[in-house]
């Protein structure tokens, strides 16, 4: 009994502690989950990679303004007949060689296919930059929207709640009055119909508010926590942005979205691809330069050691008899030539000076020029759809705010005329003087008015950042 009582209260405790912590929790702003979402975002991190091999292929390019150098060592046994690569004679032995070169190359002129090249890649790594912009800037107008959907959310749950506490002190009320004799049971049974409504109001808008928190978690790639807390904006910050024109808005949308400028560079990008690819159906000069060197275990050297005579099979008559002829027999002693001698001796070096002209090489050129010409159209024509598509969104996105402008200052007025008819008919109400369906209409008038007015400014701080965004204002 004993133990399952502490049991009970360490849960207790512990639940009391994490529930503090929680409500203490600090208050994330608009700016924190925009940078969370960002460092977090998988897309984000993609084209960051994306970005990090465009540029590896504009270095690679690069490249090829430079000589190639490379080294070749071989070591090899040949066995029985075969030719000795010291001296270029047949022999019948087992050899052992090795073979040392450099050797160097450079592209002296091939009518700017590498420069043209080289900057084919650099347009494409500065579109992946703006890409990497682009992408950010998607991430962020996402974090927005759900993070006013949150505001929207906690003012409608705490208009619902402020319904309901309303609710319930007239049904408090009018319980007494009914216990007394004063009212009839309908006008009660009529309240607390208009509780029970409210009660329901509250718990979809509750629902509603954690389900824009879990979003938010998931856009920020972080754990959802149910007491999520963030900071309020003031809608007196935001400009009045609907006295700019369409024009205006999509000139200032050209100059500064990268969603614009990464399309303009990877047109351009396709523009030099095609003029390399042209490029190399033309003769090239190049230079090609070496240097070599070789060792084999059969090379040696002969070391004169003496000469004595020696007869052989001739001979001469002399009077008649045979005298045998004789001859010098040089003596040799055979010495292997060191490595290292070797090395140095055998070495030599060469160079040359030589053009390169594409007579048929597959059609491979030709194929590359005609994808290059292919890819250039495509390029041009996700420029030209990005700018329709960016003016068709900004003459939306204008017509939005505007609208959004007007809504919100009517549904202003609407609620300022319903809360003082519903006052007078709380009044009445209460004095007894009209009934309580005459109540529950003006309260519920007033109810509603306030929900579209919560919904209505929310919508007008998203359509004023959206034109703010594409008018530059707005940076992330």
Excluded at 128 to 147: C, G, R, T, W
Excluded at 334 to 343: D, E, H, L, M, V
Excluded at 437 to 466: C, F, P, R, T
Aim: aromatic share 10%; with cysteine; proline share 1%.
């Amino acid at each position: 009994m004993i133990r399952t009582t502490l049991i009970a209260l360490l849960t207790i405790i512990s639940t009391a502690i994490f529930a503090q912590a929680d409500s203490t929790m600090a208050k994330l702003t608009l700016q924190q989950c925009i940078q969370l979402a960002l460092e977090n975002n998988n897309d984000v991190q993609r084209s960051e990679v994306t970005s990090g091999i465009s540029k590896a292929n504009w270095q690679n390019a690069k490249g090829y303004m430079i000589p190639t150098l490379n080294g070749d060592i071989s070591h090899g046994v040949q066995n029985g007949r075969s030719i000795d690569p010291y001296t270029n004679s047949y022999s019948n032995q087992t050899i052992r060689y090795g073979n040392y070169g450099l050797n160097t190359s450079l592209t002296l002129f091939n009518f700017f296919s590498i420069q043209r090249a080289i900057k084919q890649n650099k347009l494409a790594f500065q579109a992946s930059e703006f890409e990497i912009q682009q992408q950010k800037d998607a991430v962020a107008l996402n974090v927005i929207l759900q993070y006013l959907q949150i505001l929207t959310n906690e003012e409608l749950l705490s208009a619902a709640r402020q319904q309901q506490d309303v609710s319930s002190k007239q049904v408090e009320r009018l319980e007494i009055l009914n216990e007394d004799g004063s009212i009839g049971p309908e006008e009660l049974s009529d309240l607390k119909g208009v509780y029970a409504q409210n009660e329901l109001a509250v718990v979809s808008a509750d629902n509603n508010l954690q389900t824009a928190k879990i979003t938010l978690a998931q856009l920020l790639n972080i754990l959802y926590n149910k007491n999520m807390a963030i900071e309020a904006i003031n809608i007196a910050d935001i400009t009045d942005n609907t006295m700019l024109n369409t024009d205006s808005i999509y000139r200032l949308a050209l100059q500064n979205l990268a969603i614009v400028k990464a399309a303009e560079l990877r047109q351009s990008s396709a523009v030099y691809g095609v003029k390399s690819y042209r490029s190399q159906r033309y003769p090239s000069l190049y230079f090609n330069g070496g240097l070599s060197t070789n060792y084999s275990s059969a090379a040696a050297t002969q070391q004169f050691t003496g000469s004595n005579d020696i007869a052989t099979d001739n001979y001469v008559l002399s009077n008649g008899d045979k005298l045998p002829v004789y001859t010098v027999q040089n003596n040799y002693i055979s010495q292997k030539i060191p490595y290292g001698n070797q090395f140095s001796n055998n070495f030599y070096n060469s160079f040359s000076v030589g053009i390169s002209i594409p007579l048929l090489n597959n059609f491979r050129n030709r194929t590359q020029i005609k994808t290059a010409l292919l890819q250039q159209k495509d390029a041009e024509i996700v420029l030209k759809t990005t700018k329709t598509q960016l003016q068709q969104n900004i003459e939306q996105a204008h017509a939005n705010v505007v609208s959004a402008r007007d809504r919100f200052a009517t549904l202003t007025n609407q609620v300022n005329a319903y809360k003082e008819s519903f006052r007078i008919a709380e009044i009445k109400f209460n004095a007894g003087a009209v009934t309580s369906v005459d109540y529950v209409i003006a309260k519920n008038n007033y109810d509603q008015a306030n929900l579209n007015l919560i919904i209505a400014k929310y919508n007008y701080v998203l359509s004023a950042m959206v034109v703010d965004y594409y008018s530059g204002k707005l940076k992330f």
